[in-house]
């Protein structure tokens, strides 16, 4: 064997080195390569873990939205049905019982408080719908909430006869920003459902006070109580307390919603507190405070008057909504005159010369915005007072009707004295009892 030179071995080790070397530098690619897999794969596990995580609990509150929903609609059915029989019922009395006599007016008091019940129950689900998509819009006044807390559990003593009522407000006025029947109907659900829920005998109190920034309602009771479970979902829509519990006491579990939903609207923020069942509970209103002007205290906007006798036409296509407003308006003894569609009410308003036209939005061919635009066209009928009817339209529909020329708008049913202040509110700017259209 020929021995190797020194230099050649020199030559030879540092071949060797450069391939250690090398070895060794893929050796740490292939070690960070395995490293980051092995990341990558453990912050995949995490992912897919949360993600799996995340699945599993929209599918629970999808079953649990699905199931109260379908809750929510049987009840709502049971809720349907319950006045048709004794409205039936009050339909057939009346047929038989000599007019003005105790049956009869037995029959009426019955189908006024179905008719009353099923119209807030309508009212309540189209208004869960409106504040759902943020179509509802608030007409916004400064008023005293004081007054307003007032007038409301006055409005609602009946409901509250048979409990001890307890009201503590202050002397002084709290002024906010806000529509006062929308305020209204949150505190008066609120009053509902105290009522309610607490047994007679029972108490309800109503507490307005004031921080430097916030207006403070509480409506607290002696009642059944709520359990923490459902205290958490309290304000949903469909959210409902033991189902034997509810059909017992009536209600679809929408007053509460609606409260909260209002309330958000006014930039305020309701909250509900229970020891347990059994326990009372306690529903708290915080609205933020309007300093930018002092609020007069005494009187009310309404006027006890009535609008006076006016000519009144009712365009309606529905034989029987135009009877009932015919009949409403001819209670304050204004004198009327109906119209079954678009053409005919104009042809009428020319030969009856009305201070006000009651029309039907969705009258068929020509609807009611064309009709008013036609009234607004005509150089005889242009300042007749014009107010819009229909069992309800969205926003966007409320603006077409303003800009077609309607000046107030009637939802049906209305009530006897609500058509009365809508036409007393037209005349609020006029001065005396007499027409003042210009060009009369």
Not at 137 to 153: C, M, S, Y
Not at 193 to 206: D, H, I, L, R, Y
Not at 269 to 277: F, K, Y
Request: proline share 4%; charged share 30%.
């Amino acid at each position: 064997m020929t021995a190797r030179s020194p230099k050649d071995v020199n030559v030879e080790n540092q071949r060797l080195s450069s391939e250690n070397e090398e070895l060794r530098l893929r050796l740490q690619e292939a070690e960070q390569a395995l490293r980051a897999i092995r990341t990558g794969q453990a912050e995949y596990s995490a992912e897919g873990k949360q993600a799996e995580e995340a699945l599993r609990e929209a599918n629970l509150q999808l079953a649990e939205a699905d199931r109260r929903k379908n809750e929510f609609l049987g009840l709502l059915s049971h809720e349907l049905r319950n006045p048709l029989t004794p409205i039936r019922n009050s339909i057939y009395i009346l047929e038989k019982a000599t007019p003005g006599g105790p049956q009869a007016r037995r029959a009426l008091a019955v189908l006024d408080r179905q008719v009353s019940h099923l119209t807030q129950l309508v009212d309540d689900l189209l208004d869960v719908t409106r504040i759902s998509r943020g179509k509802i819009r608030l007409e916004r006044a400064r008023l005293d909430l004081v007054e307003v807390v007032r007038r409301t559990v006055e409005d609602h003593r009946a409901f509250l006869e048979h409990h001890e009522v307890v009201l503590e407000l202050p002397n002084d006025a709290i002024s906010i920003a806000g529509d006062p029947t929308r305020l209204a109907q949150a505190i008066g659900n609120l009053l509902v459902n105290a009522a309610k829920f607490t047994p007679e005998k029972g108490k309800v109190s109503v507490a307005l006070t004031r921080t430097p920034d916030s207006a403070v309602l509480e409506v607290a009771d002696t009642g059944l109580g709520i359990d923490p479970d459902m205290l958490r979902r309290l304000f949903q829509p469909f959210a409902q307390a033991e189902r034997s519990l509810s059909q017992s006491l009536g209600g679809m579990g929408l007053g509460l919603a609606l409260v909260k939903g209002l309330v958000e609207l006014h930039g305020g923020e309701v909250s509900a507190h229970s020891d347990g069942p059994d326990q009372g509970a306690r529903f708290t209103i915080k609205l933020p405070l309007d300093e930018k002007g002092a609020v007069a205290r005494g009187g009310s906007n309404a006027n006890g008057a009535s609008a006076g006798r006016r000519k009144v036409l009712v365009i309606e296509d529905n034989v029987d909504a135009a009877t009932n407003l015919r009949q409403a308006l001819e209670h304050w003894d204004h004198e009327v005159e109906v119209a079954r569609s678009g053409p005919e009410g104009l042809d009428k308003a020319r030969q009856f010369d009305p201070d006000f036209v009651l029309c039907a939005l969705g009258l068929r061919g020509m609807d009611g915005y064309d009709v008013a635009r036609a009234f607004r066209a005509d150089e005889q009928l242009k300042n007749v007072h014009l107010v819009s009817t229909s069992s309800g339209v969205p926003p966007q529909d409320m603006e077409r009707a303003a800009q077609a020329g309607f000046e107030r708008h009637l939802s049906e049913p209305s009530s006897v004295e609500t058509i009365d202040e809508i036409l007393r509110a037209i005349l609020k700017p006029q001065s005396g009892g007499g027409r003042s259209r210009s060009g009369q």
